[in-house]
Every structure is written in structure tokens, then in C-alpha cells.
């Protein structure tokens, strides 16, 4: 029987294994390369512009921004609407675009990706989120990361199918690059943009992101992005917590996915361009006068979340503010990411589920309900579970005790918002007037 069995093939060994040459590995290698410093330039021109708006130099963003008077407040974030409005429009007006989205471009097989484009709205974006805008960073080094393998797939001469996996990879790394999650970029590689965990697949993402890390490190920290003590293991109470508001979860983040197509479908075009992020942008910083923790893109506020100090009434303010001020920023017409905006408000609302579940049935600390609805949300949100799953193993450390109720709740939540809206973070962002794009699958499938 074993002589039998040698000739079967492990289902996740494909007969194309050997397909990539030479030329595409290299390709991947550069990729990683570029990747990595596009992170560092990303993130540096962050932190810039908030040293110069607020004087921040460590520490908390929130924190120098509470520091600040009322008056410097609103001026930075009217700032940050005009810059943003006016920075979107001459980009719009005199170069047709902000580069390409390569979701879609992996998704439809359609479009192309332009490195310049993606390199000067990237920096702009950068520039809205150091503003104040809530709008996650990481769009810029994701984005820059796939038009870097796009570009470097057309001048190396890679195969037209396999240039989809380059940009995919690159868009891992560039995610990878920010966070320090070399695992979780390179899953959201496959995952999310090519729709399929295989070895053939895994294999270029894990090197790209590997290698985007590790040249971060020259510039960007490597330490944990969230500092959360060790928790202890899951009780009773948190198993039952995780089961009976997975769901909820899920039917929360379909409405917040709802929210976030709404916003990108009414941005504004043209004129309105000069208008609208300037008087958005002017409310949010009356709003941040008061709750500071909801401007940028929400690193601070998971971190308060993770941490639990505030009362159950606070928190609750904090989510539905974060995600207001996260869809009107995308409303205005701003472009950045929603990756971390989306962990914070379930990081927050997590906080916020824990303190009142613990009224009915004492438990765990406050941090193990705040990451496991993070983890939920943004699973669900980002109809990618075990990328997210991964993403927070890597970000916070330290939390293996609650990885049972939390993959319950992951699973919950993203078969209840699957149920209703089959739409994703990413999905739900991209321009309907493209068409609708094809369902996820792998690059190789073609």
C-alpha cells in the first residue's frame, strides 16, 4: 500500500510548482525591497507632518494633540481639509488619478497601476492622516508596495498572470512593512487579494513581506505596535461572550461596511473637492477639542481600549465617533486606509461590550474583550478571518490565552456579516462606475 500511495499527489503541491522562473523571484526580492522603503518614506513623512502640526515627537499622537490649544486644534484640521481638497483636485485635474486601486486591478484582471501617481497621492495621504484625518496610514505603503511589483513586473518582463501575484505581494509587504506582521501581510496577500491560501501562492508573498520587514527595521520600530500584558486563559464567561456576540458583531460590521460604501460612493468629484474636506475637516477638529483619541487612524484609541482605562458610557461615545468620523473623512473625499480605523472601533466597542457584559458575569480583564471584537470586526469587515486572526496575534503579543473565544467570535461574525452584505471594506470602496469587480480567486486559476 505505501508503494501505491507514493504516486498521489499532496493536494496542496500543484504540478506548477516549478512555473515561476528566475526572473519572477527576482522580481519578488526587489519588490520586498521597495516595499520596505516605501514604508520608511511613507511613515517618515507621517510622523513630519505631525511634528510640525501638533509638535509631536513619541508617545501617544492623541496625547500632543490634547496638549495643543483649542485654536491650534482647529486650524491644523482645517488645514488638513484644504490641503486634502485641494491636493485631491490637482491630481484629479492634471493627471487623471491617484494611480490605480490594485484591488481592483488584481480582482477584474483589468487596469494598470502607475508608481509616480500612487507615490504623490500616497504622500498626500500621509499628509491628511498626519493632519488629523481619520483614515488609516497603511494605504500609501500598500498601495506604493503593488505598483512597485507592477513596475517592476512590466521592465523585468514577467508573465501577464503572474504580474497580478507581484502586485499582491507587494501589497502585503507594504502592509507587513508598517506593522511589523510579516506573516499577516503576506496572508493578506493571499487571503484577501488572491482569494486562496495555496503553497504556490504563499510562498512569493512570504518573502516579499519577510523582506519588507526586515529593511523597515532600519527606520521603523520592530517591536509590537500595541503593548497589552499577558492575559490570562479564556473562562467561562468569555467563551459564552464570544459566542453570543460573534453574530452581533457581524451584523454591526455588515452595517459599518454598509457605511463605508455609502461614503465612498458620494465622494465628492470636481469643485465640490475644494469644499467639502475643508468644512468636514473643520467639524472634526471641533469634535477633537474634546475627544482627541478619534482623530488619525485609530492607533491610540485601540490602545486605550486594549488598556481599559475609562468608564462603559466613554467607550461607547469613542466607537460611534470613531466610525463617523472614519466614513465622513472618506466622505469628504479623503483616500487613505481603513485597516487600523476599523480595529479601533472594534477595539473600542469591545471595551465597551466587556465592561457591560462583566456587570451580568464577571471576568477577564478588559483588554481580552477589546481584542477579541477587534479581531471579530475586523475578520468580518475585511472578509479575511484568518489574516485578521494573524494581524492581531502579531500586533499585540502575548494573547494565546484567548484564542479560543476568539476564533468562535471571528467565525460568527464573518458567517453572520457574510449573510448580510457580501461585501468587504475593500470591495465596498471601489468606484461602482468601474463595474463590479470579479469574485476572489487566485491569479494562477486564469
Not at 512597485?148 to 509587504?173: F, N
Not at 492575559?231 to 461596511?257: E, K, N, Q, R
Not at 468644512?279 to 472634526?284: D, G, P
Not at 472601533?345 to 477577564?364: D, E, V, Y
Request: proline letters at 5%; charged letters at 10%.
Amino acid at each position: 500500500m505505501d508503494n501505491d500511495m507514493r504516486g498521489i499527489r499532496q493536494p496542496n503541491v500543484p504540478s506548477r510548482m516549478l512555473d515561476f522562473s528566475l526572473r519572477f523571484w527576482v522580481a519578488v526580492i526587489l519588490t520586498g525591497i521597495a516595499s520596505g522603503l516605501g514604508a520608511i518614506a511613507m511613515m517618515t513623512t507621517l510622523h513630519t507632518v505631525q511634528h510640525l502640526a501638533f509638535h509631536y515627537q513619541t508617545g501617544e499622537f492623541s496625547a500632543a494633540v490634547a496638549r495643543s490649544t483649542d485654536s491650534r486644534t482647529v486650524f491644523v484640521l482645517v488645514l488638513g481639509g484644504l490641503i486634502t481638497g485641494v491636493g485631491l483636485w490637482l491630481i484629479g485635474r492634471y493627471l487623471g488619478g491617484t494611480g490605480g486601486e490594485p484591488t481592483s486591478v488584481v480582482w477584474t484582471h483589468a487596469g494598470r497601476l502607475s508608481l509616480a501617481r500612487t507615490l504623490l497621492s500616497g504622500t498626500l495621504s500621509e499628509v491628511t492622516v498626519g493632519l488629523g484625518g481619520s483614515i488609516g496610514r497603511e494605504a500609501a505603503p500598500q498601495r506604493i508596495g503593488a505598483a512597485s511589483g507592477s513596475y517592476l513586473g512590466r521592465q523585468i518582463g514577467i508573465r501577464q498572470d503572474q504580474s497580478y501575484i507581484l502586485i499582491a505581494c507587494g501589497a502585503g509587504a507594504g502592509l507587513a512593512a508598517v506593522y511589523n506582521s510579516p506573516l499577516a501581510g503576506a496572508l493578506f496577500a493571499t487571503e484577501l487579494y488572491l482569494g486562496t491560501i495555496s503553497l504556490i501562492l504563499i510562498l512569493p508573498a512570504l518573502l516579499t513581506s519577510g523582506i519588507a520587514t526586515a529593511v523597515s527595521w532600519l527606520v521603523l520600530p520592530s517591536h509590537a505596535v500595541y503593548l497589552v500584558p499577558q492575559l490570562p486563559h479564556a473562562t467561562a464567561s468569555l467563551m459564552v461572550f464570544a459566542i453570543v456576540l460573534g453574530p452581533v458583531i457581524g451584523l454591526i460590521s455588515a452595517g459599518y461596511v454598509g457605511l463605508i460604501g455609502w461614503a465612498s460612493d458620494h465622494r465628492p468629484k470636481k469643485w465640490p473637492l475644494l469644499v467639502e474636506p475643508l468644512v468636514f475637516f473643520a467639524v472634526l477638529g471641533l469634535i477633537a477639542i474634546k475627544y482627541p483619541l478619534v482623530l488619525g487612524n485609530g492607533v491610540d484609541l485601540a490602545q486605550f481600549a486594549f488598556t481599559g482605562h475609562g468608564v462603559l458610557g466613554f467607550f461607547a461615545i469613542l466607537a460611534i465617533l470613531k466610525v463617523l468620523a472614519t466614513t465622513g473623512t472618506l466622505r469628504s473625499g479623503a483616500t487613505g486606509g481603513l485597516f487600523t480605523p476599523t480595529l479601533s472601533f472594534g477595539a473600542a466597542l469591545g471595551a465597551f461590550l466587556g465592561r457591560a457584559w462583566s456587570i451580568l458575569w464577571s471576568g477577564p480583564p478588559d483588554a481580552s474583550y477589546a481584542i477579541i471584537v477587534a479581531a471579530a470586526m475586523m475578520a468580518s469587515a475585511m472578509e479575511a478571518p484568518a489574516t485578521a486572526i494573524v494581524f492581531i496575534l502579531e500586533l499585540t503579543r502575548n494573547i494565546q490565552g484567548i484564542m479560543v473565544p476568539m476564533l468562535l467570535a471571528v467565525v460568527g461574525a464573518t458567517l453572520t456579516a457574510r449573510h448580510f452584505n457580501l461585501r468587504s471594506i475593500y470591495s465596498a470602496r471601489l468606484n461602482p462606475e468601474q463595474g463590479e469587480p470579479l469574485p476572489q480567486k487566485s491569479a494562477m486559476e486564469t
